[in-house]
């Protein structure tokens, strides 16, 4: 089944601790992206990676770092959480070499930094 | 910059009464526009998209449509069902690699 898998759904953590997020798609995408979800304010992008070896930042950037060392996997990293990066976060991958094919979105990962 | 403003951001109907959902953006280079569905606890789903070279798409009881002379973009659902009740995200996407998404639309259907 053609899809985005995120772990964990659930996360709790104290502030400063380090963590990551991972996402992997198994539709040979070149195209992901990380997008954090907030009330009212709808989703709006991390980061997002063309293809391998190839990042960049969205519009809200920082606080996080990505990495894409292979196709499948691109994981999210806080190097040091704070509390203002309690959101629930996406995942999502793209046919071709952009989102505009429609995004594939991964089942979210709830994130409390306490 | 890229902005996508929708509205209302609440709305509530009737079953059996259309729901139409409003969007404007900001970026004339934009040639895609997804809508997305997004049920309690659950992921975006896509419903329905439109490209620029377009100006109505239906789909079974969706239809969006896209005035690109205001940059408008609207979505309508007929015939509203319970299992309708979500909240609607519209998006643009131009050139920057990127789906600019408006802040959602939380559509309640009441029996």
């Known amino acids: 089944e053609a899809q985005v898998t995120q772990n964990p759904r659930y996360l709790i953590t104290v502030t400063g601790k380090k963590l990551t997020v991972t996402c992997s798609q198994n539709?040979?995408?070149?195209?992901m992206s990380w997008y954090r979800q907030d009330p009212g304010l709808g989703l709006r992008q991390i980061y997002y990676s063309m293809n391998v070896e190839v990042t960049d930042k969205g519009d809200v950037p920082e606080g996080y770092k990505v990495s894409r060392k292979e196709k499948r996997n691109f994981p999210l990293i806080l190097e040091s959480p704070s509390p203002n990066q309690t959101s629930l976060y996406f995942c999502?991958?793209?046919?071709?070499?952009?989102?505009?094919?429609?995004?594939?979105f991964g089942s979210g990962t709830r994130l409390t930094v306490v | 910059g890229e902005n996508v403003e929708q509205h209302p951001s609440t709305l509530s109907v009737q079953e059996g009464d259309s729901a139409v959902i409003k969007c404007t953006y900001s970026d004339s280079a934009s040639n895609y526009f997804p809508w997305y569905k997004q049920e309690l606890g659950k992921r975006p789903q896509l419903i329905i998209d439109i490209r620029s070279n377009m100006d109505k798409r239906q789909g079974q009881r969706v239809t969006v449509l896209l005035n690109k002379t205001v940059k408008h973009l609207s979505l309508q659902i007929a015939a509203t069902q319970p299992g309708d009740s979500a909240v609607y995200f519209c998006?643009?996407?131009?050139?920057?690699?990127?789906?600019?998404f408006g802040a959602g639309t939380r559509l309640a259907v009441h029996p």
């Open positions: 539709m040979n995408h070149e195209y």
């Open positions: 999502a991958s793209s046919q071709r070499t952009g989102p505009d094919y429609g995004y594939t």
């Open positions: 998006a643009e996407s131009g050139g920057y690699n990127k789906l600019i």
